[in-house]
Each structure stands twice: as structure tokens, then as C-alpha cells.
């Protein structure tokens, strides 16, 4: 990826960041590091909302700022400062070493090794990234307008809103240590959203939706993101309760993300480690039904979770994380990998577009074809509270949605939750739908899951 000289909306130019992340180094070389690390980064945006018509906020954001890590051996220290001056730069790089001074010492301490760290050519591939959206703040509002307007024209029984919004953001970075890594690149995430309520009085229902993208021209048109928030929110009026029972439960793509990041989280390095996993050691065992796979693809271009190497400079690789239901990697970064015996699989930062499927799937496995295979039960379109105990496996969330008879959806459901334990749904995951929806790096249908607890009325 070429270095950018100066992109629109930048106050720092690449050659500037290279700059300060050299002497920092250097600072850091000469009071006797071992080994350093240093990124400065800049980040600029534009975020606007308007409500029932009228403009309600608008906030531009500029903000930078240098990291540095010292070593002294294996005792680290980090600092950080959002000026950049020659005197703040050496103060920042003197925190740094004195905080290592007096750690204790930590043998999964240090930078990355060499031979993980991305090469030149890795760290300068280019993904696609970067498309800065040249709006002001009078265009952001007329377009959130729109959104607003649309979805309040979708019915009279959308009786008011909770606004519409537009942001902008842009951001670059670059980062480099003492082990030989350089790189950075600039990226952008732009994204319209919109939450109407439908109903009056104890009978209102809100609900919301947005449009999430690096390039703004691939954003949804606000008229189809307005009238799609509106349509749900209607759907949701004269909900009601049901009664307990055990029964199965269909995962709408939205929210089914939400079990694939609990995967995630139990098999990251930081859990694994410290023993607070329900996952700790599966590494090669059975943990999802037998027809499920987890890819990951940090290199697709325009991925909301792409990157050409991760938080350490260490190079990042497509993989299958789970294959045939049989996990085949964790996420680990340098120092969980040390403290497990293992290398780092380039994930200091997180996961990097993943996608959960079945090998059962067909193209016609809709949402309709879903609820056929749910036949009764819960569908689930939103989640509440945060019942989920990554250490034990066990899930409890407040949840509404819609019941379902015969396949076909009867009345919507509030006031609900659903319960169970992660190793059994992951293992009781019956089908994935075609459906796919990209939440945040994490894409997948909506899930079936074979049965759990459902407390109503």
C-alpha cells in the first residue's frame, strides 16, 4: 500500500508519522530499551442527527495520538500522549521507561518475533480501505432528513422517532518497533441509521436500522433504510407474551452474530490463559453441530474487519478457525500465545472477518424457508441485557421477536427470555440460513437452534 502524502481531511501526513515513530524509537534506544514499539495515528469525522425534522446535533471530531511500549527485558511499560512535540515526545518515551523499570518482571512479555511479523510487501498490501466521504454537516442532515421522512411516511401508526444520524469517520495510523516491522494504512467507516417508534402510549414499539460501510456509495439508499426501520417497527405493535416452555429457537442474522462473537470471546487468548472459559483446552475437540464451519478472511477488500496485519505488526492469514464442527485455531496475540505455549495466530486487535455457514445450506434457505424449519417456536429479532457467562457457558437474555406456528409467524413476542447453555447451542445449531447479514467483521445467517429455555407469562 503506497503511503498517502495528504488525503483530504488529514492534518498529519504519512512522512510525518514515519518521522515520529523513529525518534521515538530512537528516544527509546538510547535510554537503554531492549526493545520499543511506537504507532501514531489520526482520526477525523463527522457524525450528525436530526429528530422529527429538525437538526439536533452536529459533532466534528479530530483527535491523534502516540503510543509508545518499552522493554527491558521482559518488563514493559507503556505511554501515551496526544502531542506530539519533540519534549512531549521525550517525556512520553521517559514514562514509558521508567513504568517498565519498575514492573515486575512477566516471561510472556516483548514484542512479537521477527519471523511473525509482517514483511514490507504483507504490510503494504492494500485492501481497500480508504474512501474518505467529502460531506459537510447541511448535506449529513438533509441526507439523515430523508431517512427520517421515509420512514415516518411508511404508515400513519408511525407516530413519532427517535432520530436519524449520519457519520462520517476517516482515520490513519502508523505504527513500527525495534524487531524491524513498519506499516500503517489509512481506512474510513461511514454509516446512516434511523429508529422510528410505531404505536401510542403503553403501546408502543420502537425498533431501528442502519447502513454500515467503508465507501459511503455503498451505502443502502436512507429512503430503503427509513422504510425497512419503519416496517419493523410496525411489525412489533400488539406484542404479547407467551407461555413457558422448552421449545426451538430461530436467531435472526442481526442478532445470530452475537452467538458467533461469544465463540470468539471464549477462545481468545486472554480467556484461555487465565482458565475464565468454558472453552479452556478445545483446541481439536467437537464444540459446533458437525455441518457448522468459522472462516476467517482478514484480506477481503472493503472488509469492515480487513487489515494486512494486526495491533503488533504481526502478519495476518485467511483460515478455517472451525471446520466441521472441530476447532482448528484460537486468537491469540503475542503474549496470550506465550502464556498458552503456542504462536501468535495475529489477532492482537480481535477477529477479522469471519463467517459462520453450514454445510447443510441451500441457496433457497431464506428467511421463510428458516421459519418453515423452525416450525414452532421463538424467532428472535433483538436482545437484551447481558446474560452471558463466558467463563461457565451458560446464556440467559431478555428477547423478543415473533412466535411462530406451522412455520409462519402468528404474533409478536416482548417480555421474554431465553436460556441455555453455549455447548449445548452451539452443538444443537440445526440449520444457517443463505440470509447473511455483515455485522460489524462478523457475517452469518440467521441460526436455528434445536431447543431452549423460553420464560414468558
Not at 439536533?56 to 502516540?66: A, G, Q, T, Y
Not at 454500515?212 to 419503519?230: I, K, N, Q, T
Not at 486468537?331 to 472477518?353: C, E, I, P, V, W
Amino acid at each position: 500500500m503506497t503511503a498517502h502524502r495528504a488525503e483530504p481531511g488529514f492534518a498529519y501526513r504519512t512522512e510525518q508519522f514515519q518521522q515520529i515513530v523513529e525518534d521515538s524509537l530512537a528516544l527509546a534506544r538510547q535510554l537503554g530499551a531492549s526493545d520499543a514499539g511506537a504507532e501514531a495515528s489520526e482520526g477525523v469525522g463527522l457524525s450528525v442527527s436530526v429528530r422529527m425534522g429538525e437538526l439536533e446535533n452536529v459533532e466534528r471530531n479530530r483527535d491523534k495520538s502516540l503510543g509508545v511500549s518499552v522493554y527491558l527485558g521482559q518488563r514493559r511499560g507503556n505511554a501515551s500522549t496526544s502531542d506530539f512535540s519533540p519534549a512531549a515526545l521525550r517525556q512520553t518515551v521517559q514514562a514509558a521507561y521508567d513504568i517498565a523499570r519498575f514492573t515486575a518482571e512477566d516471561p510472556a512479555a516483548g514484542p512479537p518475533d521477527a519471523d511473525d511479523l509482517a514483511t514490507p510487501e504483507e504490510a503494504a498490501r492494500d485492501l481497500d480501505l480508504f474512501h474518505p466521504w467529502a460531506i459537510d454537516a447541511a448535506a449529513a442532515a438533509e441526507i439523515a432528513r430523508r431517512c427520517e421522512a421515509a420512514a415516518l411516511g411508511v404508515d400513519k401508526r408511525i407516530t413519532n422517532s427517535e432520530g436519524a444520524g449520519v457519520s462520517a469517520q476517516q482515520a490513519h495510523f502508523w505504527a513500527g518497533n525495534t524487531r524491524g516491522f513498519r506499516g500503517g494504512y489509512a481506512s474510513s467507516r461511514h454509516y446512516i441509521s434511523v429508529s422510528p417508534i410505531a404505536g401510542r402510549g403503553k403501546a408502543m414499539q420502537r425498533d431501528a436500522w442502519y447502513s454500515s460501510m467503508r465507501d459511503a456509495a455503498d451505502l443502502a439508499a436512507p429512503e430503503a433504510v427509513g422504510r425497512y426501520a419503519a416496517e419493523r417497527a410496525l411489525s412489533r405493535l400488539k406484542s404479547r407474551r407467551v407461555a413457558t416452555a422448552e421449545v426451538p429457537v430461530l436467531f435472526e442474522s442481526t442478532v445470530a452474530a452475537g452467538l458467533l462473537g461469544a465463540f470468539v470471546q471464549a477462545t481468545s487468548g486472554g480467556a484461555l490463559y487465565r482458565k475464565a472459559s468454558f472453552l479452556v483446552d478445545c483446541l481439536g475437540q467437537p464444540v459446533l453441530a458437525p455441518h457448522v464451519d468459522i472462516r476467517e478472511d482478514p484480506h477481503q477488500p472493503k472488509g469492515k474487519g480487513s487489515a494486512p496485519f494486526d495491533d503488533e505488526g504481526v502478519r495476518t492469514r485467511p483460515r478455517t478457525v472451525v471446520d466441521g464442527g472441530v476447532v482448528q485455531g484460537y486468537f491469540l496475540s503475542s503474549y496470550s500465545a506465550r502464556k498458552l505455549g503456542m504462536k501468535t495466530t495475529g489477532h492482537a486487535g480481535g477477529s477479522q472477518n469471519l463467517s459462520m455457514t453450514s454445510r447443510l445450506t441451500r441457496p433457497g434457505d431464506d428467511l421463510p424457508a428458516m421459519l418453515r424449519k423452525l416450525g414452532r417456536g421463538l424467532f428472535v429479532t433483538e436482545l437484551m441485557g447481558q446474560g452471558v457467562n463466558y467463563v461457565t457457558g451458560d446464556y440467559s437474555r431478555g428477547a423478543a421477536g415473533f412466535w411462530v406456528e406451522g412455520g409462519r409467524i402468528v404474533h409478536p413476542v416482548h417480555e421474554v427470555t431465553i436460556a441455555g447453555h453455549l455447548r449445548e447451542m452451539f452443538k444443537g445449531i440445526t440449520a444457517i440460513g443463505a440470509d447473511v447479514y455483515c455485522q460489524g467483521s462478523k457475517s452469518i445467517g440467521s441460526v436455528l437452534v434445536r431447543r431452549m429455555k423460553l420464560a414468558g407469562a
